[in-house]
């Protein structure tokens, strides 16, 4: 069965800083991948989502995230954090063989002014 | 427009009673689903519906109703939950259940007394 890790729980950055938030999955093939934030008690918004062709996607806010085929990885990336980004990130991935969205445990961005 | 609404926004019931969830979609998405979120966790898939009809149960308990009464509304009926089901419960839509990127809604607080 297809797993997501988000290995940091908690992360701390001065504003300004960057940043970069790591995700890992286990499938065969190439998923689809996605992020999604969360402040607290709201819904998730997608940042973005990768399905094919570029490894490097862009999404809404600054966000990047590179896929590395080698590397199941998905880690997403901003050059200068905003205080504004302080949530919850969700890395999830979508496979045929679930036929669902499979959701890390998330990482807790604290922005520190 | 990428914009799923829910409602209530909060919800208090006691144990014995009766009550439902309300979700709305108008970008013509045919795959709505309900998620179930407790606090500092990922969202649990609790059902999927495709083209109105059931797809994906995932083994949620019978106390949980879902309904679709057409492709722009999803509903949860709610009937003699307990404490522990008090979570965010998260609706959210699709073009289609292959892995389509999912929009999500606010989500609605709930209180089991």
Not at chain 1, 38 to 47: F, R, T, Y
């Amino acid at each position: 069965a297809q797993s997501v890790t988000q290995p940091d729980i908690h992360i701390t950055v001065s504003e300004g800083a960057s940043l970069e938030l790591r995700c890992n999955y286990s499938y065969g093939a190439t998923p689809y991948l996605f992020w999604y934030v969360q402040s607290p008690g709201q819904g998730l918004q997608l940042l973005l989502k990768y399905f094919s062709g570029d490894t490097l996607v862009q999404g809404i806010k600054g966000f990047e995230a590179e896929f590395k085929r080698s590397q199941s990885s998905f880690n997403l990336r901003k050059p200068s954090v905003h205080w504004s980004d302080a949530a919850e990130y969700f890395c999830a991935v979508y496979t045929g063989t679930a036929s669902k969205l499979t959701f890390g445990t998330g990482t807790r961005l604290q922005v520190t002014l | 427009d990428t914009e799923v609404t829910q409602t209530p926004k909060h919800l208090v019931m006691g144990m014995t009673n009766k009550k439902s969830l309300k979700c709305e979609q108008h970008m013509g998405h045919r795959a709505m689903y309900w998620y179930k979120q407790k606090a500092k966790k990922p969202p649990e898939l609790m059902f999927v519906y495709s083209y109105e009809k059931l797809s994906i149960n995932e083994s949620v308990p019978s106390r949980f109703s879902p309904e679709c009464p057409n492709s722009s509304l999803l509903n949860l009926h709610l009937h003699a939950l307990q404490p522990e089901d008090s979570a965010l419960y998260l609706c959210a839509s699709s073009q289609a259940d292959r892995g389509e990127t999912q929009y999500f809604g606010p989500g609605t607080r709930l209180l089991v007394l």
